[in-house]
Nanobody, 120 residues
Framework: QVQLVESGGGLVQAGGSLRVSCAAS????????MAWFRQAPGKERELVAR????????DYTDSVKGRFTISRDNAKNTLYLQMNSLKPEDTAVYYC?????????????WGQGTQVTVSS
């Protein structure tokens, strides 16, 4: 079974940096999209960044372009989100998710989330 376990969240001041990680296990993810979502209190969950595991191609939501970088380590089966120039509005629970590239619908597999808090 697929397991996604996030780590690395915490409290950081505005303008600072933080990296969150997601350890993935349970299958080979070469045919998967891996993504980071976030959900702030009172707001809907939003897709922050996505990476196609096989070729490393990426997509970002506009609000994080130029500040966040999604990457993966094939050997460690780990997904990362490097977050720079953090803003208070980046405060949210960040979730790792996985989805087969051939599948329709919402992301199938989710981690438990990690809290990121940016103070002003």
């Amino acid at each position: 079974q697929v397991q996604l376990v996030e780590s690395g969240g915490g409290l950081v001041q505005a303008g600072g940096s933080l990296r969150v990680s997601c350890a993935a296990s349970g299958r080979t993810f070469s045919s998967y999209f891996m993504a980071w979502f976030r959900q702030a209190p009172g707001k809907e969950r939003e897709l922050v960044a996505r990476i196609r595991w096989s070729d490393g191609s990426t997509d970002y939501t506009d609000s994080v372009k130029g500040r966040f970088t999604i990457s993966r380590d094939n050997a460690k089966n780990t997904l990362y989100l490097q977050m720079n120039s953090l803003k208070p509005e980046d405060t949210a629970v960040y979730y790792c998710a996985a989805h087969p590239v051939w599948a329709l619908g919402e992301y199938r597999y989710w981690g438990q989330g990690t809290q990121v808090t940016v103070s002003s």
